[in-house]
């Protein structure tokens, strides 16, 4: 009895030590900024610019992203001899982290309640070797300027990045590894999270755009300096499928 009574102990705390390990913070901070840019103008030797004059408001909306890794003991690769073959580890680098952005706007439609009302543009990608080098990594997703133009500039009015609300989350494997937030009230991830659910309540299905934030590697950003980046794998869908 008391050898199981052992055994019993050491399997709940061989439990408590992995699941520690399992809630290890791997992202350590997430930062989210938003500026107006206006698209890179990219030329080339056989062909000649296309620019026709339209009423656009010109410029998209950048967000630009900041996350640190921890810091890996070990980037040595793992070799095991298992029943259904050979298997080698990557310790230090992450795969298949999934970025989701929300970015809530303002419309310039009034309610007849006199509110204002709100629009929100969704996006994602995909991040595959990711290194854990505990130093800043750079992202960047964008809103492209013909969306802003429809949805944010009734009248022809200005669109600055104050009428953006970003919520930006991190994940792998099903888990949260990071969230950020950009021009959110609230002084806690928590309350800021409790703001921006409550925007997003009044939004109506038809501003709901889906898959309008694009990653770099979509947008006109994605050839200028690529080796500044986590490489982006867009062809993943939800549930880590390919298309």
């Known amino acids: 009895?008391?050898?199981?009574?052992?055994?019993?102990?050491?399997?709940?705390?061989?439990?408590?030590?992995?699941?520690?390990?399992?809630?290890?913070?791997?992202i350590r901070k997430m930062t989210v900024d938003?500026?107006?840019?206006?698209?890179?103008?990219?030329?080339?030797?056989n062909h000649s610019a296309f620019s026709p004059k339209n009423p656009s408001v010109s410029k998209w909306l950048m967000l630009r992203i900041e996350y640190t890794p921890e810091l890996s003991k070990t980037f040595v690769p793992e070799y095991r001899?298992?029943?259904?073959?050979?298997s080698?580890?990557?310790?230090g680098w992450l795969d298949d982290v999934k970025l989701q952005t929300r970015v809530l706007f303002e419309t310039g439609i009034v309610s007849k309640g006199g509110k204002p009302v709100l629009g929100v543009f969704t996006g994602d990608t995909v991040f595959q070797s990711v290194k854990r080098d505990g130093s800043k990594h750079l992202a960047l997703m964008f809103v492209p300027a013909r969306l802003?133009?429809?949805?944010?500039?009734?009248?022809?009015?200005?669109v600055n990045k104050n009428f953006f609300h970003v919520e930006l989350v991190m994940s792998a494997k099903g888990k949260v590894l990071a969230t950020a937030y950009c021009n959110v009230p609230g002084t806690t991830p928590a309350e800021k999270k409790q703001s921006f659910d409550q925007m997003l309540k009044g939004v109506p299905k038809q501003l709901d755009i889906r898959d309008a934030v694009l990653s770099r590697?979509?947008?006109?950003?994605?050839?200028?300096?690529?080796?500044?980046?986590?490489?982006?794998?867009?062809?993943?869908?939800?549930?880590?499928?390919?298309?």
């Open 1 to 26: 009895m008391t050898g199981k009574l052992m055994l019993l102990a050491v399997t709940a705390l061989a439990g408590g030590i992995a699941l520690s390990a399992a809630e290890e913070p791997i």
């Open 34 to 45: 938003a500026e107006m840019t206006a698209a890179p103008d990219v030329s080339y030797r």
């Open 81 to 86: 001899l298992r029943k259904g073959g050979p």
């Open 88 to 91: 080698v580890t990557f310790p």
């Open 148 to 158: 802003l133009d429809r949805y944010c500039a009734p009248g022809g009015r200005s």
């Open 217 to 243: 590697a979509r947008s006109p950003w994605a050839l200028l300096a690529p080796d500044n980046f986590d490489w982006e794998d867009d062809r993943k869908k939800e549930g880590g499928e390919k298309e």
